[in-house]
């Protein structure tokens, strides 16, 4: 069984930064497809960022160019560094893994990020 744990969260002025963090328990880490999600009041859940096994990354249009994903391997930690917050990127942040091959995935319980303007 795969757990994630974030952290991370808090409020924050509008042009600040804040890093979440997630560890993941298990020996699987190398082989999952990490990702961070966020849901906002009343809309629907969305991809923000993801990387894979090897490094590569993609990222919403909306955080690209602000936000950086990156995963450390043998801490089984997945970060995502949020610079230039503004209000509308206010949402839940969900750590996400994959398991291609098994059509698998798990989440963890979420992180508030709140931007004042």
């Known amino acids: 069984q795969v757990q994630l744990a974030e952290s991370g969260g808090g409020l924050v002025q509008s042009g600040g930064s804040l890093r979440l963090s997630c560890v993941v328990s298990?020996?699987?880490?190398?082989?999952?497809?990490m990702a961070w999600y966020r849901q906002a009041p009343g809309k629907q859940r969305e991809l923000v960022a993801a990387?894979?096994?090897?490094?590569?990354?993609n990222y919403a249009d909306s955080v690209n160019g602000r936000f950086i994903i990156s995963r450390d391997n043998a801490k089984n930690m997945v970060y995502l560094q949020m610079n230039n917050l503004k209000p509308e990127d206010t949402a839940v942040y969900y750590c996400?893994?994959?398991?291609?091959?098994?059509?698998?995935?798990?989440w963890g319980q979420g992180t508030q990020v709140t931007v004042s303007s």
């Open positions: 996400n893994a994959k398991i291609l091959a098994l059509m698998t995935q798990f």
């Open positions: 298990g020996s699987i880490f190398r082989i999952l497809e």
């Open positions: 990387i894979g096994v090897g490094g590569s990354t």
